[in-house]
């Protein structure tokens, strides 16, 4: 009865008004919030998210773009706090928050850890997840699928996997887009399979750390004319396969000039030069957290160390360590959970009928000398 009498108010204030009804009822029926709805454009806040849109625009301003790796939390957090416009959660995860030799040996659920950890953490770069090594370069062996008029097509393994990982770096991970490596025919397929899923791709070209195997090693690319040519050739191709960006890495400045010039979309550049739309660092490195002979070893030269933070978390712990060891800390300055001396003397009966006659003297013993520290801090306050 109160939804017939609702009805009948409403078609009786709607006379003259045969849409008012509809509008009215739709939105009293929904199950979406009002304010949630679509209501078209609104102007851009700019705590939100970086978009592809944002990025263009940058990129036709001709304003360089930052890009920073982060692999957790706290990392993410300072990202967020510098207005980083893109925070990558790299393979390079492998080697600095692992302790591998190389990119190689992270998995796909490792680096969704890391993945679900930055989006915790970063609320307005946008959020890109690196494939790692194995997740797009199964055989290229085809099966038989079927279309929407039960007519069979050849359909790549190849292209599955690449867009399930990618699918799971956004679903499971929560990134906006992922990076791949190289420019190889599989690699350009699988690119252009993951964009016409719907998910946002950056290129990355030169050195690739997946490739060392057959490239001998992490060593610069595009030296000479083949294969500076060749540095230029393979993003263009990315770009043709949908590809949003194109990292450029360890190539020399010319080099990297000639492809930004010749691509239509954002290269950036790590290790090749300041002629990229934008720049991008490995986080540990350009704090200069690491202060540990096997990361001297892997740190690249290329890297500017824009802090000393190895030096100050060394020197952190040191201190503890002292203080800890000469009884300074903790004070009582870092005690703060107090207890009356009544209470202690009540405590310290308890435990003398409990035959915990030791016990209740460190009790008693503890509360007069917070009691006295504390008096002689006032005093020289």
Same mark, same amino acid.
């Given at each position: 009865?109160?939804?017939?009498?609702?009805?009948?108010?409403?078609?009786?204030?709607?006379?003259?008004?045969?849409?008012?009804?509809?509008?009215?009822?739709?939105?009293?029926?929904?199950?979406?919030?009002?304010?949630?709805?679509?209501?078209?454009?609104?102007?851009?806040?700019?705590?939100?998210?970086?978009?592809?849109?944002?990025?263009?625009?940058?990129?036709?301003?001709?304003?360089?773009?930052?890009?920073?790796?982060?692999?957790?939390?706290?990392?993410?957090?300072?990202?967020?706090?510098?207005?980083?416009?893109?925070?990558?959660?790299?393979?390079?995860?492998?080697?600095?928050?692992?302790?591998?030799?190389?990119?190689?040996?992270?998995?796909?659920?490792?680096?969704?850890?890391?993945?679900?950890?930055?989006?915790?953490?970063?609320?307005?770069?946008?959020?890109?997840?690196?494939?790692?090594?194995?997740?797009?370069?199964?055989?290229?062996?085809?099966?038989?699928?079927?279309?929407?008029?039960?007519?069979?097509?050849?359909?790549?393994?190849?292209?599955?996997?690449?867009?399930?990982?990618?699918?799971?770096? /956004?679903? =499971?991970? @929560?990134?906006? #887009?992922?990076? !791949? +490596?190289?420019?190889?025919?599989?690699?350009?397929? %699988? &690119?252009?399979?993951?964009?016409?899923?719907?998910?946002?791709?950056?290129?990355?070209?030169?050195?690739?750390?997946?490739?060392?195997?057959?490239?001998?090693?992490?060593?610069?690319?595009?030296?000479?004319?083949?294969?500076?040519?060749?540095?230029?050739?393979?993003?263009?191709? /990315?770009? =043709?396969? @949908?590809?949003? #960006?194109?990292? !450029? +890495?360890?190539?020399?400045?010319?080099?990297?000039? %000639? &492809?930004?010039?010749?691509?239509?979309?954002?290269?950036?550049?790590?290790?090749?030069?300041?002629?990229?739309?934008?720049?991008?660092?490995?986080?540990?490195?350009?704090?200069?957290?690491?202060?540990?002979?096997?990361?001297?070893?892997?740190?690249?030269?290329?890297?500017?160390?824009?802090?000393?933070? @190895?030096?100050?978390?060394?020197?952190?712990?040191?201190?503890?360590?002292?203080?800890?060891?000469?009884?300074?800390?903790?004070?009582?300055?870092?005690?703060?959970?107090?207890?009356?001396?009544?209470?202690?003397?009540?405590?310290?009966?308890?435990?003398?009928?409990?035959?915990?006659?030791?016990?209740?003297?460190?009790?008693?013993?503890?509360?007069?000398?917070?009691?006295?520290?504390?008096?002689?801090?006032?005093?020289?306050?």
């Amino acid at each position: 009865m109160l939804i017939a009498r609702t009805l009948k108010k409403s078609l009786s204030s709607s006379v003259g008004k045969p849409f008012s009804l509809l509008g009215t009822q739709a939105k009293w029926m929904s199950n979406v919030p009002e304010n949630a709805v679509y209501g078209g454009p609104k102007p851009q806040n700019p705590n939100q998210r970086v978009t592809l849109t944002q990025l263009r625009q940058k990129h036709r301003r001709g304003e360089p773009i930052t890009m920073v790796t982060a692999y957790d939390y706290p990392s993410a957090v300072h990202l967020d706090l510098a207005g980083i416009d893109i925070c990558l959660v790299g393979d390079s995860a492998s080697m600095v928050v692992h302790g591998h030799d190389t990119t190689l040996p992270i998995s796909l659920e490792e680096m969704l850890v890391h993945c679900r950890a930055v989006a915790r953490g970063a609320n307005r770069p946008l959020l890109v997840g690196d494939l790692p090594f194995g997740t797009y370069e199964s055989s290229s062996n085809q099966y038989i699928g079927w279309g929407l008029l039960d007519e069979p097509r050849i359909r790549s393994t190849k292209k599955i996997q690449a867009v399930d990982a990618a699918v799971r770096i /956004l679903k =499971e991970g @929560g990134m906006d #887009a992922i990076k !791949l +490596e190289g420019g190889s025919p599989s690699r350009i397929t %699988a &690119a252009k399979a993951i964009v016409e899923a719907g998910i946002a791709v950056i290129g990355h070209v030169g050195l690739t750390p997946q490739a060392i195997s057959v490239l001998g090693g992490f060593r610069p690319q595009g030296k000479n004319i083949s294969s500076a040519v060749k540095v230029v050739e393979t993003a263009m191709a /990315l770009q =043709e396969s @949908g590809c949003f #960006a194109v990292v !450029l +890495e360890c190539v020399p400045a010319p080099v990297a000039a %000639a &492809a930004t010039s010749a691509l239509r979309i954002p290269t950036i550049g790590i290790g090749a030069g300041p002629f990229c739309s934008g720049q991008v660092l490995v986080y540990h490195d350009l704090l200069g957290m690491m202060q540990h002979p096997h990361h001297a070893k892997v740190t690249p030269k290329f890297c500017k160390q824009f802090g000393q933070v @190895g030096e100050v978390i060394n020197k952190a712990l040191l201190e503890y360590k002292e203080e800890v060891t000469n009884g300074s800390f903790p004070g009582p300055a870092h005690s703060p959970y107090k207890i009356s001396s009544s209470d202690v003397d009540g405590f310290s009966k308890e435990l003398q009928k409990l035959g915990l006659e030791k016990a209740a003297s460190a009790a008693a013993e503890a509360a007069e000398k917070i009691e006295s520290q504390e008096g002689k801090n006032q005093t020289s306050d």
